[in-house]
Structures are given as structure tokens and as C-alpha cells.
């Protein structure tokens, strides 16, 4: 297993170099930065970027509209995805919801929030909507597959349903959580970015993007996205180190 880790480290790290070397040659090739500029030359604007005294503001305001628009997200599916798998009506309630939310195009989801609500919290709602399905899912087949024998014995001993919730069901969910949290981080802030770039709140890295743009200045905007893959990497690996004692990640 070690070994496999290792090997698994070295294909990571070469795949990385290999797509550098193509960015490298693709640069050289068009020699025009507007269209694709150099690993060097989005290397120094990256610097400037992070030397700049907004740099922190920016993170902090999208990461925290990320954070609090998973942690919403999480709670209703929570919710919702236990009354679901207890209360038919829920259920057949909550299947023309997900489907509607799956089949409405994003861009559309962000024009109508921003309509909806400032600049400021429609980031928010736009994490939720996008990644509320994938979180709901995940709890209400976790609430189905659990044990019915255990559930059962707990009725028969008169366990009370809050018990039974925190002792059997919550742990089960765990596990299915444990699979999509990361990745569903990870889309709640590439989402709360998109709603960001449309929405242009002050301290943002959407905002900043935008701006790259229009002074067309597509080192800024490679400089961002590479802060943005280094941000979603370190999110997936800290909610895994969390979740590492479920069985998806032993």
C-alpha cells in the first residue's frame, strides 16, 4: 500500500510537470500572452497578486461565502434527506425539486439570485442550489442503506427516535458523506466564484478574475485560477483528514 501511495505520488507529480512542459511550448508557439501567456510570466503576476494588501480580503470574503453556503447546503440536506427516507410525502415532494434544480442551467441560477438578492449573499444561494442535489443524495441513500435489524432492536428496547438518529443513522450517513464532501467543497466554491465574477462584490476573487479580463490581462486571470485549484486542493484534503476514519478513506 505504501509503495502504491509513492507510485501514486510520482504519476501526480509528473502529470503536473507534463502540463507545464505543453503550457510552456503552447506559449511559445502562439507568442502572444493575451492569448496564453508563460508559465513565467503568470508566475510573476501571481507574486504580485499575493503581494497585494487585498490579497487576504479577497480570500477570506470567498471562502467565507463558500463555508457558509456548504454549511446550509449540509444542513438541509441533513434535514430534508432524513425526513425523505421517514415520510413518503417528503420524498415524492423532493423529486421534482432535485429535478428541477439539476436540469436549470447554472448561468440561469446566477442571473435569477442575482435578481434576487445583493451581490454580497447571491454567491451563497448559488453554492446551495448547485450543490444541494449531490449532498441530498448522498444522506438519503446513506438513511436507506441503513441496517433495519439494528433499527429493529432499538424499537424493541424502546430506544427513542433521537437516539436512534444519533447512534444509527448519523454514522451511516458518515460514510456516504465522506465520498462526495470534498469534491462537493470544492463545487460549492468554484460555484460561490462564478456568482461572484456576475455579481462583482467588493472583495472576491470572482471580482478580481473579472477585472483581469477586462483589462485583458490573461496572466491575471491564469495567476487566479491557479489560486483557486490550490484553494480547492487544500478544502478536499482538510474535510478528507476529517472524515478520514470512515471507510471511503481508510
Do not use: C
Amino acid at each position: 500500500m505504501k509503495g502504491f501511495t509513492i507510485n501514486k505520488r510520482i504519476y501526480y507529480y509528473l502529470t503536473a510537470a507534463s502540463l507545464i512542459l505543453i503550457w510552456a511550448v503552447l506559449a511559445r508557439l502562439v507568442g502572444n500572452p493575451v492569448i496564453i501567456p508563460s508559465p513565467g510570466e503568470t508566475l510573476e503576476r501571481m507574486v504580485e497578486i499575493v503581494k497585494d494588501e487585498r490579497f487576504s480580503l479577497h480570500i477570506y470574503h470567498t471562502l467565507r461565502r463558500s463555508i457558509q453556503s456548504f454549511a446550509l447546503t449540509l444542513f438541509f440536506a441533513l434535514l430534508l434527506g432524513i425526513l425523505s427516507s421517514m415520510v413518503k410525502v417528503v420524498n415524492l415532494y423532493m423529486v421534482p425539486i432535485l429535478a428541477l434544480l439539476r436540469s436549470v442551467p447554472t448561468m440561469a441560477i446566477i442571473i435569477l439570485t442575482l435578481i434576487w438578492l445583493s451581490s454580497d449573499h447571491a454567491p451563497i444561494l448559488i453554492g446551495m442550489i448547485v450543490v444541494f442535489p449531490i449532498v441530498y443524495e448522498s444522506v438519503y441513500r446513506g438513511m436507506l442503506n441503513v441496517d433495519n435489524r439494528l433499527i429493529q432492536m432499538a424499537n424493541l428496547y424502546s430506544v427513542n427516535h433521537i437516539d436512534i438518529i444519533r447512534d444509527i443513522y448519523l454514522p451511516t450517513i458518515y460514510v456516504y458523506l465522506g465520498s462526495v464532501i470534498g469534491a462537493s467543497l470544492g463545487l460549492t466554491l468554484k460555484s460561490v466564484i462564478a456568482g461572484e465574477v456576475l455579481g462583482q462584490p467588493r472583495f472576491s476573487i470572482g471580482a478580481s478574475l473579472q477585472l483581469e479580463k477586462l483589462f485583458l490581462n490573461t496572466a491575471g486571470v491564469f495567476a487566479w485560477i491557479a489560486i483557486v485549484v490550490f484553494l480547492v486542493a487544500a478544502l478536499e484534503m482538510v474535510f478528507r483528514a476529517l472524515f478520514a476514519k470512515t471507510e471511503h478513506w481508510k
